[in-house]
T-cell receptor
């Protein structure tokens, strides 16, 4: 079955710097890759996603890249702010009905002011 | 606005007790999910349901059962709680075939 590995598990950056979180997946048939942000005391919330027919997607300060050949995808946050501090999860979905989402283990991001 | 609510934010139970975790969504979503979140392990799927009275096992169903009597409500049941079920439990919902899942705030369960 699908397996998603996420690195690093913890990331600390200075405010204003960039942060990069990387994930690899095992099933080449996976075709949808969402990223979720979980703030303290809340459930995960979708922040950006990318489909397998796209190499890059950007939304203001966050961007996601996908390399299908290498089976890895990354989240990039530029000009980090303290409110970016959270746990980030990558995920991979094999869209055979949208039921099975495989999540990475999560990255705890600290943005120091 | 999409909303998923869970009946308790924190719960303390004793080993052997039967535990009910309730989840309600107001988006008229067909799909509902129960996950368990543990440090270093991410989110692991316990059970999901794609319709009323329908349920499917996820990756870690042992020791759990579920009930979906109404579309908006999905209950997770720990038949006989054990200390290794101490965890954060997250409920989510989505549209049929929808890839985006909407999560509740979670229930942190401690089993003594």
């Amino acid at each position: 079955g699908e397996n998603v590995e996420q690195h690093p598990s913890t990331l600390s950056v200075q405010e204003g710097d960039s942060a990069v979180i990387k994930c690899t997946y095992s099933d080449s048939a996976s075709n949808y890759f969402p990223w979720y942000k979980q703030e303290l005391g809340k459930g995960p919330q979708l922040i950006i996603d990318i489909r397998s027919n796209v190499g890059e997607k950007k939304d203001q300060r966050i961007a996601v890249t996908l390399n299908k050949t290498a089976k890895h995808f990354s989240l990039h946050i530029t000009e980090t702010q303290p409110e970016d501090s959270a746990v980030y999860f990558c995920a991979a979905i094999l869209n055979t009905g949208g039921f099975k989402t495989i999540f990475g283990a999560g990255t705890r991001l600290f943005v120091k002011a | 606005d999409v909303k998923v609510t869970q009946s308790s934010r924190y719960l303390v139970k004793r080993t052997g007790e039967k535990v009910f975790l309730e989840c309600v969504q107001d988006m008229d979503h067909e799909n509902m999910f129960w996950y368990r979140q543990d440090p270093g392990l991410g989110l692991r799927l316990i059970y999901f349901s794609y319709d009323v009275k329908m349920k499917e096992k996820g990756d870690i169903p042992e020791g759990y059962s579920v009930s979906r009597e109404k579309k908006e409500r999905f209950s997770l049941i720990l038949e006989s709680a054990s200390t290794n079920q101490t965890s954060m439990y997250l409920c989510a919902s989505s549209r049929p075939g929808g890839e985006t899942q909407y999560f509740g705030p979670g229930t942190r369960l401690l089993v003594l």
